[in-house]
């Protein structure tokens, strides 16, 4: 039998029901889903997609999206993407890969 993943992912930028993704989200969420074929989440595991288009997450460039995993237990991991795919673990790895790549931050 096969197992088939279960997520709802979705990205969460919508306006009046219909939901926006830039053209950088996209293509991220391409790679993404190229690289994760074949992979299945445990039974119980919700996703959902953000980009920097929703509040919590304004904060990342254009291009990179959160991935929110909602456990059984009631847990929430977090993982960032970058627009090669590329996997973060935290919000600090996302800004140490900025810092390495030369970004300036302005507060």
């Known amino acids: ?3 088939r993943e279960q997520s709802n992912e979705q ?3 919508s306006n009046g029901g219909r939901t ?3 053209p950088a989200t996209r293509a991220t969420l391409a790679r993404l889903k ?3 074929r074949g ?3 445990s039974p119980g595991v919700r ?3 953000y980009d920097n288009s929703s509040y919590s997450y304004r904060w990342l460039l254009p291009g990179w999206v959160a991935e929110e995993r ?3 237990s009631g847990r929430i991991y977090r993982y960032y993407y970058d627009p090669d795919g590329r996997l973060y673990r935290s919000r600090h790895e996302v800004f140490h890969a900025w810092d390495e790549s030369g970004l300036v931050f302005l507060d």
């Open 1 to 3: 039998m096969e197992q």
């Open 11 to 13: 990205a969460d930028n």
């Open 20 to 22: 926006i993704i830039s």
């Open 34 to 36: 190229d690289r994760r």
């Open 39 to 41: 992979r299945f989440l």
């Open 47 to 49: 996703t959902a997609i």
């Open 70 to 72: 909602h456990v059984a």
